[in-house]
């Protein structure tokens, strides 16, 4: 199984950037994701993005303002978060798996990390 790391976190207003990174240890997982857990709500799927980084996938409420990327040779994963909302205020957690094709799901990944708090002030 991989560890996961997440960092970046923090408080930022609303419009503001956030980058987000993962370092994992161990072997690399050919699916990498984001998934979110605001408060009182359940987890779920921000981004995610497969071995090559050619094919990466978001939720909706992110597209045109939040994008994956990865770096095979730091085993790292990245979210970068532009034009924040409060409503993106969450705890935010890198996730694993050796499936080929993203899932969206939380029972698709196999590792998590424990997740970097964002809140974004309005």
């Known amino acids: 199984q991989v560890h996961l790391v997440e960092s970046g976190g923090g408080l930022v207003q609303a419009g503001g950037s956030l980058t987000l990174s993962c370092a994992a240890s161990?072997?690399?997982?050919?699916?990498m994701g984001w998934f979110r857990q605001a408060p009182g709500k359940e987890r779920k799927f921000v981004a995610a993005?497969?071995?090559?980084?050619?094919?990466?996938y978001d939720a909706d409420s992110v597209q045109g303002r939040f994008s994956i990327s990865r770096d095979n040779g730091k085993n790292t994963v990245t979210l970068q978060m532009n034009n924040l909302r409060p409503e993106d205020t969450a705890v935010y957690y890198c996730?694993?798996?050796?499936?080929?094709?993203?899932?969206?799901?939380?029972?698709?990944?196999?590792?998590w990390g424990q997740g970097t708090r964002v809140t974004v002030s309005s």
């Open positions: 996730a694993a798996d050796r499936r080929l094709v993203p899932g969206r799901n939380t029972g698709d990944y196999e590792s």
């Open positions: 161990g072997p690399i997982s050919s699916i």
């Open positions: 993005i497969n071995w090559s980084g050619r094919s990466t």
